[in-house]
């Protein structure tokens, strides 16, 4: 009984990761490109970086001359939860 339910946490775990990298995250890109270069548009996406935890974005914020913002947004919980952003 403990293996059955320690085997379906883990596959659970599992799932929940593959969504986090895989899943669509449109929505979480717009969010931390409006907190890297607010309040004007950035350049252009330079990096992303996901990851079951986080995923980590840097923006080009200016052409000349160039200037980078790092953003990370992390699950409010380990896997699950809403994402929160914060400016590196």
Excluded: H
């Excluded at 599992?14 to 409006?34: F, K, M, P």
């Excluded at 980590?56 to 699950?75: I, M």
């Amino acid at each position: 009984m403990i293996a059955r339910a320690v085997t379906v946490l883990l596959l659970l775990a599992t799932v929940l990761a593959i969504y986090n990298v895989y899943g669509d995250d449109t929505a979480l890109v717009s969010r931390a490109e409006s907190l890297a270069c607010s309040p004007g548009p950035c350049v252009k996406l330079l990096r992303a970086q996901r990851t079951p935890f986080e995923q980590s974005f840097t923006f080009q914020t200016q052409l000349a001359p160039p200037r980078t913002r790092d953003v990370r947004c992390a699950r409010a919980l380990l896997l699950v939860g809403s994402y929160d952003c914060r400016a590196q």
